[in-house]
T-cell receptor
Framework: GQSLEQPSEVTAVEGAIVQINCTYQ??????LSWYQQHDGGAPTFLSY????GLEETGRFSSFLSRSDSYGYLLLQELQMKDSASYFC????????????FGAGTRLFVKA | AAGVIQSPRHLIKEKRETATLKCYPI?????VYWYQQGPGQDPQFLIS???????DKGSIPDRFSAQQFSDYHSELNMSSLELGDSALYFC????????????FGEGSRLTVL
């Protein structure tokens, strides 16, 4: 089966840096994605790592280590609007491509 | 830019009734996914279609069925509704050979009374 683990909740202050870790156990692994979801909204794509290393997109960076089945999302210069749930998700192929989501990390950004 | 369109946005049904949710993917996207998200939960993969054929199945109850039509839109049919089926149902699509990103619709909120 597929399983992902990430912290349930993280709190940080505006302007700070926060790292959300994700470990996974899966078969047919293709890559690790990160999605942001505000309350009542749809998940929106943030980043995708297929290879080991760091991907940077503005204030957000994502890292993957395939050998460790581990990745993280790094958010810099936190803003109040970053308060949301962040899901790591594995892209797998088990006969067809699908994306399996972790339980999500609720980020609270304080002033 | 066109996005994934879901309808209806809100739906209220009684127990044991039937509901149908519709999803119109972004033009030229050939893969559609359905997810169910309960309150405070992560999106749970239900089923996916590639080029109008079912490509994978997740935790979809036997009471649910889905299909993708020739115009690539998809419908999720839910019968014998239970209180536990109350959730947000998201449809997502992805373009051909695209492994990176799922494009989500705004979701259909189903409430079963």
């Amino acid at each position: 089966g597929q399983s992902l683990e990430q912290p349930s909740e993280v709190t940080a202050v505006e302007g700070a840096i926060v790292q959300i870790n994700c470990t996974y156990q899966t078969s047919g692994f293709y890559g690790l994605s990160w999605y942001q979801q505000h309350d009542g909204g749809a998940p929106t794509f943030l980043s995708y790592n297929a290879l080991d290393g760091l991907e940077e997109t503005g204030r957000f960076s994502s890292f993957l280590s395939r050998s460790d089945s581990y990745g993280y999302l790094l958010l810099q210069e936190l803003q109040m609007k970053d308060s949301a749930s962040y899901f790591c998700a594995v892209r797998v192929n088990t006969g067809g491509f699908k994306t399996i989501f972790g339980a999500g990390t609720r980020l609270f950004v304080k002033a | 830019a066109a996005g994934v369109i879901q309808s209806p946005r809100h739906l209220i049904k009684e127990k044991r009734e039937t509901a149908t949710l519709k999803c119109y993917p972004i033009p030229r996207h050939d893969t559609v996914y359905w997810y169910q998200q309960g309150p405070g939960q992560d999106p749970q993969f239900l089923i996916s279609f590639y080029e109008k054929m079912q490509s994978d199945k997740g935790s979809i109850p036997d009471r649910f069925s889905a299909q993708q039509f020739s115009d690539y839109h998809s419908e999720l049919n839910m019968s014998s509704l239970e209180l536990g089926d109350s959730a947000l149902y998201f449809c997502a699509s992805s373009p051909p050979l695209h492994l990176r990103e799922l494009f989500f619709g705004e979701g259909s909120r189903l409430t079963v009374l």
